[in-house]
């Protein structure tokens, strides 16, 4: 090799992340949905940090931030994001972080009852992009490396039967769903399996087997599951068997849940059209013309209230489309708030979500308007 | 503006080319690079094998070229002079450039790619989607295994026990490279530094594997053992008794107005075959000096 040549390469090579960061790399911020119990409305905040804020009309004050910088025992304890909503039951929070595990937490204030002292990530092979399921005594999480767990509710120790994680493929994403006594997982590799809450048994003959990535999975009635796949098809499954009910393709990549109205599904695609499907005995009819929003990302769940179906992109616009023809009735663009991948919760009469930027906001769909909802007393 | 030219014309389609063949070859994306690589390689061949030959021509042009430093102290009339003496023996200094120029921006490109088409979120698996061409084969064939030989193909260099075996391979090529390329210069002084260069040059390269991705480690061990195979095919390896399989186009006669004297300097022998010949960095007239 030549000085010159040499030159050029070094060169090119103190260049290359210069040159590289024009293509940026998305690191994990995390999409958790808002969670609420009465007037509390759980919101991620920051980056990998939940918030209890109680809201009051357009505004909310927050009683606690977990992890909390100013404690000495969260100093190290970075969970980098959170991606599943916080599961809310009796007086405890059951919450999924990326890299740090899992978490029961104090209703009240906020701390962990579980794992006593900081995390037990080590413990855990991969991260978690999903949530938790809670059934029975049980926690169910899954992780990036195709791993199932079942913790105890109690202390967070591993759950009799489950003293080993069941490995189910190459990767898990989507946040597991229970249902009676079975749990259903999807995976990276495309299968969705049915399995014994209490001792991860399959329930099906074999796994449903999609033909892409399963990143999302979600419940829309007491027999049927919403399974999208990355490579643009959204299947509804029969949870009984696992046969399938209606297997329909999308413009663009699916990664995202359905606001259910009766019957009918409403969802977006990563190329920004809304479908509005009915299922039906014979499979699925689509109810009218693709909406268009112009192209841009949807990976936010969408709501349907009194027949208005709220969508979200990622720009973030929320629009607003009539549920009966696919018109669009409104779009309201959001400004310096961060963009939307974070599902959209239904709470009296309004659909709730909030951004990468920390902010919460409230879409009406009766007056078609879009509200913040001014957040106070926030540790970032 | 650029950062979009650069995405559309480069970056898409080689993300979508190594999804391809991550696909193809049994999901491994380890493989796919591996395969990229020989691709680029035999794609560039023509301008490889032309920069190897103008290296040769300019390497039999330098006892000419350390005349005319001797012979002319104004550095426009030397320039001049060096000027003539390049046009008429055919070589071209920048003609070397050539494949590293284009070597570049495929190399950012395929650190680019690798960082995409290897997510480490979600949301960076989100943002892929906006790389993927919209053919349902490729669309199959995601997420992609990040796994090659044990080692997360995402991760730093420096990061694990296997990262550090792709890091001590980098430096071992860079330096077998260097070893079987030809050097252009036959002033001493000259030659030292490219011989200190050959061995910093390994060093510098692991360090920087140490932060890239083992991706980018991988592309540049096959890139280098490709360019060591051709360099050893041009120029043969007599150490190990191996003889050139391209043959070098004979370079332009002498243009002798550049001349001071006819020794046997101007004769248009290269440096490798000085080098072997004589000893190790020697010329013949080192070895005269040094008989008794």
């Given amino acids: ?380 | 503006m650029i950062g979009d030219i650069f995405t559309l014309l480069l970056l898409n389609p080689l993300v979508n080319l190594l999804v391809l063949l991550s696909h193809v070859l049994w999901g491994s994306f380890g493989l796919a690079i591996i395969a990229f690589t020989i691709l680029v390689r035999v794609a560039t061949f023509p301008l490889t094998l032309r920069q190897l030959h103008a290296t040769r021509a300019m390497q039999a042009l330098q006892p000419r070229v350390q005349e005319i430093n001797k012979k002319y102290s104004d550095p426009k009339r030397r320039q001049e002079e060096m000027m003539k003496l390049y046009r008429e023996g055919g070589a071209n200094p920048l003609s070397c450039l050539g494949p590293i120029l284009l070597t570049f921006p495929v190399f950012i490109a395929l650190y680019s790619a690798i960082r995409i088409a290897l997510p480490n979120s979600p949301e960076a698996l989100e943002k892929l989607s906006s790389h993927i061409y919209g053919w349902s084969y490729l669309q199959h064939a995601l997420p992609l295994e990040e796994h090659f030989l044990g080692v997360d193909l995402r991760g730093n260099g420096g990061d694990s026990l296997i990262g550090y075996f792709f890091v001590a391979a980098v430096a071992a090529t860079t330096f077998i490279q260097s070893k079987t390329t030809v050097t252009t210069s036959t002033d001493e002084r000259v030659r030292q530094q490219q011989q200190m260069m050959n061995v910093m040059m390994p060093f510098m390269f692991a360090f920087f594997a140490m932060s890239f991705p083992v991706g980018v480690s991988l592309y540049w061990v096959v890139n280098s053992a490709a360019q060591i195979g051709f360099n050893i095919l041009t120029y043969g390896f007599p150490a190990l008794g191996l003889q050139p399989v391209f043959k070098a186009r004979a370079p332009a006669a002498a243009p002798q107005a550049a001349l001071s004297d006819g020794d046997e300097r101007t004769s248009p022998t290269s440096a490798r075959e000085l080098r072997t010949a004589n000893g190790s960095g020697r010329s013949k007239r080192q070895n005269r000096r040094r008989r008794p």
Wanted: hydrophobic share 45%.
């Fill in chain 1, 1 to 380: 090799m030549n000085f010159r040549r040499g030159a050029i390469i070094t060169l090119a090579l103190l260049l290359l992340p210069l040159v590289s960061s024009c293509v940026s790399v998305l690191n994990p911020t995390g999409w958790a949905p808002v969670a609420f119990d009465g007037e509390t409305a759980y919101v991620i905040t920051s980056k990998g940090k939940l918030s209890a804020i109680t809201v009051t009309g357009d505004s909310g004050a927050a009683r606690w931030t977990f992890p909390d910088k100013d404690r000495d025992e969260d100093d190290k304890l970075d969970t980098k994001a959170i991606y599943g909503a916080p599961v809310i039951e009796g007086d405890r929070i059951y919450l999924a972080t990326f890299e740090a595990g899992v978490f029961a937490l104090r209703k009240e204030d906020g701390r962990p009852i579980w794992p006593t002292a900081g995390s037990d990530a080590a413990s855990i092979d991969g991260d978690i992009a999903g949530g938790v399921a809670v059934a029975g005594e049980n926690v169910y999480f899954a992780t990036t490396e195709g791993l199932l767990y079942a913790l105890r509710k109690d202390d967070g120790a591993p759950a009799t039967g489950w003293e080993k994680p069941l490995r189910l493929g190459d990767g898990i994403w989507a946040t597991p769903v229970v249902h009676g006594d079975a749990i259903y997982v999807a995976t990276m590799s495309g299968e969705l399996h049915a399995l014994s809450a209490i001792d991860g048994s399959q329930r099906w003959s074999r796994p449903f087997k999609a033909s892409g990535a399963i990143a999302e999975l979600a419940l829309i009635s007491d027999e049927l599951l919403f399974v999208p796949s990355i490579n643009r098809h959204a299947y509804v499954v029969r949870m009984a068997d696992g046969s399938v009910v209606a297997d329909f393709r999308a413009d663009d990549w699916l990664w995202t849940t359905p606001g259910v109205q009766g019957s009918k599904l409403f969802f977006g695609d990563f190329g920004g059209s809304v479908y509005g499907l009915d299922i039906t005995s014979s499979g699925v009819e689509q109810l009218w013309e693709p909406a268009s929003l112009k192209g841009e990302r949807v990976r936010s769940g969408a709501a349907v209230v009194n027949g208005v179906i709220v969508v979200v992109d990622r720009k973030p616009v929320v629009t607003f489309i009539d549920a009966n023809d696919g018109s669009i009735l409104n779009t309201v663009p959001i400004e310096g708030a961060g963009t939307v991948r974070a599902n959209l919760v239904v709470k009296d009469g309004a659909a709730y979500f909030s951004t990468t930027g920390g902010k919460l906001f409230r879409a009406e769909p009766a007056s078609r308007r879009v509200v913040e909802v001014q957040l106070s007393g926030v540790k970032k």
